[in-house]
């Protein structure tokens, strides 16, 4: 009797020198569960429940320095304490036998004074302040780094990379997609610079594709991915051409060597009430040279259908992953999925809307 083959999510792929067992990758998920910015014990509980033997795990936004926080208890991975109390974490994944890549992130002007270092003003590509747009969070005033500023925050970068290969994590993802710092160097909206950061698309990608050369020089290119979102319009960051922003800075990276690159599709659509995924991530996966990652509204269905048509090597995903703690199993079973709950994502629970969503046995 001939066995069914597998479906294309749970087969395996090669990873640059990684052997992945399947394809369904965990999202970098926001939490805010890390009391004081320093991963707690029940990070490695959460993160343990999800991680299978070759599965891939990437960790929640973590600062690379003082100044990069934007919400209340995100981890960093810049002190001494952080790196030691991401270890047992990490030490709880491995044991697994999972691939734990840390998401190394900085805010940038998406803060306020209470989450920065004395009071001060966050940093940005701009002095542009964002809209409130009925948010609930308060965002102060940004500060635009100067020129001669621009490479600590590189180093920072550089530095939250080694620490956080000290703490024993896989690898890195450089966070450049969602409004966030390099973002806001990435995009029209939010860059208004008229040095050589400003202006051209090239001149407008230099501080991100800084960081990945300064990120590679530590690690090794074969530690490390980044996250995009070109067509994201979010906290005051679009760009008036996406398309050939995210193309000329993909092909930039290959440059680099870099292992895998991570991108969020365009919002998804309503059609005939029914929800679909525009896939218009197709150029950027066949301009990449390495693996390349697709995000954004997948189920089991759809991930199952790019992958096998070739469209993406990988598919993240967040919120199924968050409430189903064993979705890899639950794809290779076609078993119901656990419903999430939204009002508990950013809650500081250790345990509720955590690690307390139910496995299939």
Not at 94 to 116: D, M, T
Not at 178 to 202: M, V
Request: aromatic share 10%.
């Amino acid at each position: 009797m001939e066995s069914t083959p597998a479906p294309p999510l749970l087969t395996p792929h090669k990873m640059g020198q990684f052997d992945l067992s399947h394809r369904v990758v965990l999202a970098p998920l926001t939490r805010q569960r890390s009391y004081g910015n320093v991963p707690q014990p029940h990070a490695g509980v959460y993160y343990a429940q999800r991680a299978t033997k070759g599965g891939l795990l990437i960790a929640e936004a973590t600062g690379v320095s003082d100044t990069a926080q934007g919400y209340k208890d995100a981890p960093g991975v810049w002190t001494e304490e952080q790196i030691d109390a991401w270890k047992p974490v990490v030490d709880a994944v491995h044991a697994k036998g999972a691939l734990f890549f840390c998401q190394i992130w900085h805010a940038g002007r998406v803060s306020n004074y209470k989450l920065q270092p004395n009071g001060q003003a966050p940093i940005s590509s701009t002095d542009k302040q964002m809209s409130a747009d009925g948010r609930l969070e308060e965002f102060s005033p940004p500060r635009r780094l100067t020129k001669d500023e621009i490479p600590n925050v590189v180093d920072d970068f550089r530095k939250a990379a080694r620490n956080a290969i000290t703490a024993g994590l896989t690898g890195v993802e450089i966070h450049g997609a969602y409004s966030y710092i390099i973002d806001q160097f990435l995009k029209d909206s939010a860059n208004d610079r008229t040095d050589e950061y400003g202006g051209s698309r090239e001149n407008r990608c230099r501080f991100a594709l800084e960081v990945v050369d300064a990120v590679v020089g530590e690690v090794g290119g074969h530690r490390v991915g980044i996250r995009l979102s070109p067509f994201t319009d979010y906290m005051d960051c679009h760009d008036s051409d996406p398309q050939a922003l995210a193309l000329h800075l993909v092909n930039k990276l290959n440059d680099y060597g870099i292992l895998y690159c991570h991108m969020i599709e365009p919002r998804m659509a309503h059609v005939d009430g029914r929800r679909q995924v525009p896939h218009r991530l197709l150029p950027f996966r066949e301009a990449f040279n390495g693996t390349f990652i697709a995000n954004g509204g997948y189920d089991r269905e759809e991930g199952n259908k790019v992958v096998g048509e070739g469209y993406t090597d990988l598919v993240a995903y967040g919120r199924p992953f968050l409430a189903n703690p064993d979705l890899p199993r639950r794809f290779e079973l076609n078993a119901p999925l656990n419903d999430y709950d939204r009002m508990a994502f950013y809650t500081s629970d250790p345990v509720m809307g955590y690690t307390d969503y139910p496995f299939l046995d």
